[in-house]
């Protein structure tokens, strides 16, 4: 579902963006963790002309109950996580 510029994910949307979060090694700013919930993903592709059209960025919260800055986020093409099964 799309509210406003946000795009709500499936749990097999977000299971993906975990998959590739993992491949990627990608690890929390603040703290090094790699645990992550997953939250609404931004189209980025009519925002910046430097994105690729197909780009989105997807919210990220970090787990780890120390972590002082829990939010980022994982910039991912649309077939990484949006296609259908």
Not at 12 to 40: M, T
């Amino acid at each position: 579902m799309i509210q406003g510029d946000n795009r709500e994910l499936t749990e097999e949307q977000k299971r993906r963006v975990l998959r590739k979060v993992e491949e990627r090694g990608f690890a929390c700013g603040s703290c090094g963790s790699g645990e992550f919930e997953v939250g609404d993903a931004l189209y980025l592709g009519f925002l910046f002309l430097s994105e690729d059209p197909d780009a989105y960025m997807v919210a990220l919260t970090c787990q780890s109950p120390d972590c002082e800055s829990p939010r980022t986020g994982i910039r991912l093409h649309q077939l990484d996580f949006l296609w259908e099964e």
